[in-house]
């Protein structure tokens, strides 16, 4: 099966230095590429943006290296289309003071490892899930039609339904089918639809609180009274089968309704023409551009592409900047919102994002707020949530320190909060306290600072200590006798990779089935 994709919040636009820009720094956004209305758009509209945003260099090694690509797609079992993202994303490592020199057979033999390597990864699991969304159903092509059905050229329909996607598959989808093979931590919602009878969906969503002031500035500036509160960026987007093009419009008009439900009321994405994508189900829709971003391309020690987020943490890693640019395109989810967003006449151009900055004064939280969240938790608790070593062990905060710390760590990190998740031991002075050899907590504030805070939801996992939730700064709890020595730390963003995350996608499900999704006012 061809997979389609959007290339939402993907990598950007290359320049040449020695090139000039084909891109004003304030265009104008015609009307007609508005509006679905105009099939015919002049040589300034949506198609035109696409391709000046598109890079001729890499372009150029794509076409030399057509028949490459299409023997080693048919050799991992995938399409030439998929795998010509894959040497899209990995050209900005060739390019260097000597990308002219060099032919292009070259430069894909020195890629072609690291991109059989990935192709073929995501082939393996693109097939599996293929199984369990039925795709089969949709061989031969066919249209999806408003009364939630598949109508096949040969009159049969097949049944669609649309519908949450559980974190797991989510992670499924993120991590191992999507072309950045990078699961965001952030995740705030994620949607599908599903073919009938299946159980993993054929197309899926995920979005994400706006954690980038300059994406609201930029909205702002426009005339969009945009806010954190109102407003979810579109981070990925994967249809498992390209059979049917407008089956991804389809889903995306499914899901603007499902999150105005919530509280929002613009959808931001971004547009990546530099991997060759058109962007036809975001105009269909009528996202509307209003700014480029600046992205810079990074690489793992092995020349593999890793995420901005990947990078934060990674070590050796190879940053290659330049004049690369993303469109964002911005949706509004109800009537007046869409008014608001076709106030836009020009493109305003978003600044590089800058890393977070320290944390100054720890942020006062609320004791009895995190005793709520201990006790929305033990709610939500299961055996499958635990840790294996207690899970033939009665049902108790044991095991779960782990899971609900990445829990806590994610809350906060929707309030603009950074914390850090800990993994160590934990001991008491006082020899009638049990230590617990193998326990996780979250931290605010560097390592090095012993005025940071401990937050910690599972203490009581250490038998003789009556406390439920510790909330206190580190160097106050070892004055107590209470010692917490982490081994590993990890950033929220790193987390996805960590052991625990499979066992948090459970406590996720877990908490949504129980408590329900939080509006995104309540959210942020």
């Not at 705030?188 to 639809?193: A, I, K, L, Q, Y």
């Amino acid at each position: 099966m061809a997979r389609t994709a959007l290339g939402a919040a993907g990598p950007g636009h290359a320049v040449p230095a020695d090139a000039p820009s084909p891109l004003p720094y304030a265009p104008p956004v015609p009307r007609q590429a508005r509006s679905p209305h105009h099939p015919d758009e002049p040589s300034t509209g949506w198609s035109a943006l696409a391709r000046q945003l598109r890079d001729p260099l890499i372009d150029a090694l794509s076409a030399d290296c057509r028949e490459l690509v299409a023997a080693d797609a048919a050799l991992c079992g995938t399409n030439a289309r998929d795998f010509d993202i894959q040497l899209r994303l990995h050209a900005p490592l060739m390019f260097g003071a000597d990308h002219g020199k060099r032919p292009s057979a070259s430069l894909y033999e020195e890629m072609r490892t690291r991109l059989i390597a990935r192709s073929s990864r995501i082939a393996g699991y693109t097939q599996d899930a293929d199984i369990c969304a039925n795709s089969s159903l949709l061989l031969g092509g066919g249209q999806a039609r408003r009364e939630f059905t598949v109508r096949r050229p040969d009159g049969s329909s097949v049944g669609v339904n649309f519908g949450p996607v559980s974190p797991g598959h989510g992670y499924l989808y993120q991590a191992k089918l999507h072309y950045m093979l990078c699961a965001r931590a952030d995740t705030m919602v994620e949607v599908g639809c599903y073919l009938q009878g299946a159980t993993h969906p054929v197309t899926y969503l995920a979005f994400s609180v706006c954690d980038r002031p300059g994406v609201v500035q930029a909205l702002r500036r426009q005339g969009i009274p945009a806010e954190r509160g109102n407003l979810l960026i579109l981070t990925r987007a994967l249809g498992l089968s390209g059979a049917v093009r407008n089956l991804m419009s389809f889903t995306i008009g499914q899901a603007v309704r499902h999150v105005r439900s919530m509280g929002c009321r613009f959808i931001v994405t971004a547009f990546n023409p530099l991997l060759g994508f058109t962007g036809s189900a975001l105009h269909a829709t009528n996202f509307i551009p209003f700014a480029t971003a600046p992205v810079a391309y990074f690489y793992d020690q092995f020349g593999s592409y890793m995420t901005r987020r990947q990078s934060l943490s990674a070590t050796g890693t190879d940053r290659r900047a330049g004049n690369y640019r993303n469109l964002l395109v911005v949706l509004g989810t109800d009537s007046t919102a869409r008014k608001e967003t076709r106030k836009v006449e020009t493109l305003q151009h978003v600044a590089e994002p800058t890393p977070r900055a320290p944390v100054g004064e720890p942020p006062a939280l609320d004791p009895d707020e995190l005793r709520g969240y201990r006790h929305r938790l033990e709610a939500a608790w299961s055996l499958s949530t635990a840790h294996p070593s207690y899970a033939r062990e009665p049902l108790s905060s044991k095991g779960q320190c782990g899971v609900s710390s990445v829990w806590l760590a994610r809350q906060l990190r929707l309030r603009e909060i950074e914390a850090t998740y800990c993994y160590g031991r934990l001991s008491f002075d006082d020899p009638s306290i049990s230590s617990v050899d193998h326990h996780c907590w979250i931290e605010i504030g560097p390592a090095a600072d012993t005025a940071r805070l401990v937050i910690d939801l599972t203490c009581d996992q250490a038998d003789g200590f009556e406390e439920k939730v510790i909330y206190r700064r580190h160097d106050e709890l070892t004055r107590e006798g209470i010692r917490y020595e982490p081994v590993t730390r990890l950033a929220v963003d790193d987390l996805p990779g960590d052991r625990v995350w499979s066992r948090y996608t459970r406590l996720e499900e877990s908490m949504t089935a129980k408590w329900g999704m939080r509006t995104l006012y309540e959210s942020v």
